[in-house]
């Protein structure tokens, strides 16, 4: 089935320090997504985005947190400056629209990241 | 207020079946989906309900009833393979339409 490519699956960054996540969404889908998630906690919805702005933030959408895709790169998750809580496993998805579709999202695999 | 809600573990037998039950309440209902999850893997899609009744998909089945805000997974002759957690998601007009996920039933199929 389609695929969505996270880079990098695991980093481990020092706490203050800048980090980040890069996600290939399948390609002729036009909304993308990060949700968060701890441990054995539920995923939880940050931001979705599309046709370059931001569509939709939760309140762990901190001001610290960005998000682009620039010239339909790499749709991208920075995080700056990190904090300890900033520790989880970031999920990126795409979906091809807001409608019928759009209730299936593509996961990546996900970008664990520890911050120290 | 919005919330899903679903039971954090069940256990059930191989060849037998399991039925992941999930809740919610929302303003704007605008559909309900299933996905698996193993260990440290990516979300799968399984399914998408947003009328009510039973959807047959062969090896799981889904129920919708939106007036009691009630959906469940049903999958049938489980094997060992699919244990996993299963995550109900649901999708709210008047939440800015994202999918907010319930926390998945980690579901463990034993001989």
């Known amino acids: 089935g389609p695929k969505v490519l996270q880079i990098p699956s695991h980093q481990i960054i020092d706490m203050g320090q800048m980090v980040t996540l890069n996600c290939d969404p399948v390609?002729?889908?036009?909304?993308f997504y990060w949700y968060k998630q701890i441990l054995g906690q539920q995923m939880e919805f940050l931001v979705n985005?599309?046709?370059?702005?931001?569509?939709?933030k939760s309140k762990l959408f901190k001001d610290q947190f960005s998000v682009e895709r620039p010239d339909g790169s790499y749709f991208t998750l920075k995080i700056q400056p990190t904090a300890l809580e900033d520790s989880a496993v970031y999920f990126c998805?795409?979906?091809?629209?807001?409608?019928?579709?759009?209730?299936?999202?593509?996961f990546g695999e996900g970008s664990r990241l520890i911050v120290v | 207020g919005q919330g899903v809600e679903q039971p954090d573990n069940l256990m059930s037998v191989e060849g037998t079946f399991a039925r992941v039950n999930c809740t919610y309440s929302?303003?704007?209902?605008?559909?309900l989906s299933w996905y698996q999850q193993r260990e440290g893997h990516a979300p799968v899609f399984l399914s998408y309900?947003?009328?009510?009744g039973l959807k047959d998909s062969g090896h799981f089945s889904t129920f919708l009833s939106r007036s009691n805000g009630y959906s469940y997974l049903l999958l049938t002759e489980l094997q060992i393979k699919d244990s996993a957690s299963y995550l109900c998601?649901?999708?709210?007009?008047?939440?800015?339409?994202?999918?907010?996920f319930g926390i998945g039933t980690r579901v463990l199929v034993r001989p």
């Open positions: 309900v947003v009328l009510d």
């Open positions: 998805a795409s979906s091809l629209d807001r409608g019928f579709s759009g209730n299936t999202l593509y």
């Open positions: 998601a649901v999708r709210d007009n008047s939440a800015g339409n994202k999918l907010t």
């Open positions: 390609s002729n889908h036009l909304y």
């Open positions: 929302t303003s704007g209902f605008n559909g």
């Open positions: 985005f599309y046709n370059g702005k931001v569509m939709e």
